[in-house]
């Protein structure tokens, strides 16, 4: 079982920066691969980033690459999303997501995911 703690989330300006945190209780961290996934209402989930346990080699989504990073500190099992040139689209609730042992190809896809947060909101004001 884990169990994933977002924080981070918070209104801001088109333009400005914000760091998310993903803190994962568990002892699969290290082996799982990290994602963060947003959601706006009345949508589906939109996968944003992914870091794999492997080899740390991060996946964006077009609409973030470039300006949103992801990295991850297993000694401190968290996941963190840095995201930069933030824009009005932006705003959604983001969750912390977790697959273990999972080193695919497809972690953009969100039912790869078995383990979630319960969200931190991020509204960005134009």
């Known amino acids: 079982q884990v169990q994933l703690v977002e924080s981070g989330g918070q209104f801001v300006q088109a333009g400005g920066s914000l760091r998310l945190s993903c803190a994962a209780s568990?002892?699969?961290?290290?082996?799982?691969?990290m994602g963060w996934v947003r959601q706006t209402p009345g949508n589906e989930r939109e996968f944003v980033a992914s870091?794999?346990?492997?080899?740390?080699?991060?996946n964006y989504a077009p609409s973030v690459n470039g300006r949103f990073f992801i990295s991850r500190d297993n000694a401190k099992n968290t996941v963190y999303l840095q995201m930069n040139s933030l824009k009005p689209e932006d705003t959604a609730l983001y969750y912390c997501?977790?697959?273990?042992?999972?080193?695919?190809?497809?972690?953009?896809?969100?039912?790869?995911?078995?383990?979630w947060g319960q969200g931190t909101q991020v509204t960005v004001s134009s």
């Open positions: 870091i794999n346990y492997v080899d740390d080699i991060p």
């Open positions: 568990g002892r699969t961290f290290s082996s799982s691969t």
């Open positions: 997501a977790a697959a273990p042992l999972y080193s695919g190809a497809h972690a953009y896809r969100v039912a790869e995911y078995r383990y």
